[in-house]
């Protein structure tokens, strides 16, 4: 069905064009790890969500501060894993990206990503394909809307 592009939400993408009529933006943050930088793998990565018609509007290599990744990871303080996933998400650079894609890009990128558990994820997937431990699972990319919304407005406050 031929979605309305009435919508200042809405835009011709021209990546998409012949494919989609328009789509509505949305975006969603990802993060290549430590893991995924060292290893060489930021071009295949970003290549593999770009072959997906999603839009990179953003992707910078920092090294990040303890402070903002306690606060990225709110969520899991106090789980076994809380500490060393902080410890290691500050050992080296990442590459922190805004995608962006339709409604709901947050659930095609985690698609592309796969489970969180790299030996469990399937084949075709990020984690799947270069991945074997949880711990080192390659990539962060956002589980919901609200997460996109929340996560971005950490690491880029002029998006949000
Ligand atoms: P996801 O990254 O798939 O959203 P979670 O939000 O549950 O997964 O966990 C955040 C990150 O913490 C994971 O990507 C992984 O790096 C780390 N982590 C989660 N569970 C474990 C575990 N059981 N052992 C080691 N590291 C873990
Ligand atoms: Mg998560």
Redesign the pocket.
């Known amino acids: 069905m031929r979605r309305s592009c009435t919508s200042l939400r809405a835009i011709w993408t021209r990546a998409a064009r012949g494919l989609l009529d328009c789509i509505v933006v949305d975006r969603t943050l990802v993060i290549i790890k430590p893991d995924g930088v060292e290893r060489g793998l930021v071009g295949e990565i970003l290549a593999r969500f770009e072959r997906k018609l999603l839009t990179i509007e953003l992707a910078e290599m920092r090294h990040l501060e303890r402070a903002v990744v306690e606060r990225h990871?709110s969520e899991?303080v106090g789980k076994p894993?809380y500490e060393p996933?902080v410890e290691f998400m500050t050992s080296g650079p990442v590459m922190v990206v805004v995608l962006k894609g339709p409604l709901d890009t947050w659930k095609i990128v985690r698609s592309l990503v796969g489970v969180?558990n790299a030996a469990d994820a399937a084949a075709g997937t990020i984690r799947g394909d270069f991945g074997i431990v949880?711990?080192r699972?390659l990539v962060?990319a956002s589980?919901s809307a609200e997460s996109a919304l929340r996560e971005i407005g950490i690491f880029f406050p002029h998006l949000a």
Do not use: A
């Open positions: 990871y899991h894993f996933t969180t949880t711990s699972n962060h589980d």
